[in-house]
């Protein structure tokens, strides 16, 4: 995950336009610090839970949270 690409850079800007919406949406949430966080906090989760149930929660609550998630 790049952490701080130089938003002024034509390139950068460009790159922006290519995008559809959900890989829009991923780009800005990138640049939420906490977001940044629990996404690697989630992450390290994820490597020691080996109950699928589980994990399957784990992932669905945090998209739930950051509104990654249509389903109920």
């Not at 690697?40 to 490597?47: A, G, K, S, V, Y």
């Amino acid at each position: 995950m790049v952490e701080h690409p130089e938003w002024h850079d034509p390139q950068f800007r460009e790159n922006l336009r290519l995008l559809d919406g959900p890989g829009l949406a991923q780009e800005l949430l990138r640049h939420i610090p906490v977001y940044v966080t629990g996404y690697r906090h989630i992450r390290q989760r994820l490597d020691t839970l080996t109950d699928l149930r589980a994990r399957y929660e784990l992932v669905g609550s945090f998209a739930r949270h950051w509104g990654l998630s249509c389903s109920g």
